[in-house]
């Protein structure tokens, strides 16, 4: 019912939810999950390029030589992405946010830096 956002208000399971509130209250629980709990709604969590970069990484690194090798171009990258949007953008905005201008800019960017064949692998 909570993942479907339909939870009946004044039911048995709106109840069951406010007690398990209260008993996450007393586990000093961070106030963003206890409101959660209390109206019986989730938050969708935000996908960002963080995200993105981070799911990259553990997806394709399937070897620690491997893992080595991703996580150094993919900080390399996140640098590179971080000096074009700020660290706001890369965090905190929805990947659904960034535009094809952002793309372009940060291709722009990275052609100064390195080869465009380098550039065509990055994305």
């Keep these: 019912m909570v993942l479907a956002n339909a939870v009946p208000e004044h039911s048995e399971i709106e109840d ?8 996450l209250l007393k586990q000093k629980l961070p106030s963003e999950i206890l ?7 989730l938050k969708q969590e935000v996908i960002t390029l963080e995200t993105v970069l981070k799911d990259y990484v553990a ?8 893992e080595k090798e991703i ?3 993919v900080e390399r990258l996140r640098k590179d992405m971080q000096h074009i949007y700020g660290k706001q953008k ?3 905005v929805s990947l659904s946010e ?9 291709r722009d960017h990275l052609l100064s830096r390195v080869s465009a064949n380098s550039v065509a692998i990055y994305f």
């Design 98 to 106: 960034i535009s094809r201008h952002d793309a372009n800019d940060l």
């Design 35 to 41: 409101e959660q709990v209390y109206s019986g709604r």
């Design 59 to 66: 997806y394709k690194s399937d070897t620690p030589k491997a």
């Design 71 to 73: 996580k150094q171009r």
């Design 16 to 23: 069951a939810l406010n007690e398990l509130g209260k008993a």
């Design 90 to 92: 890369l965090k905190y």
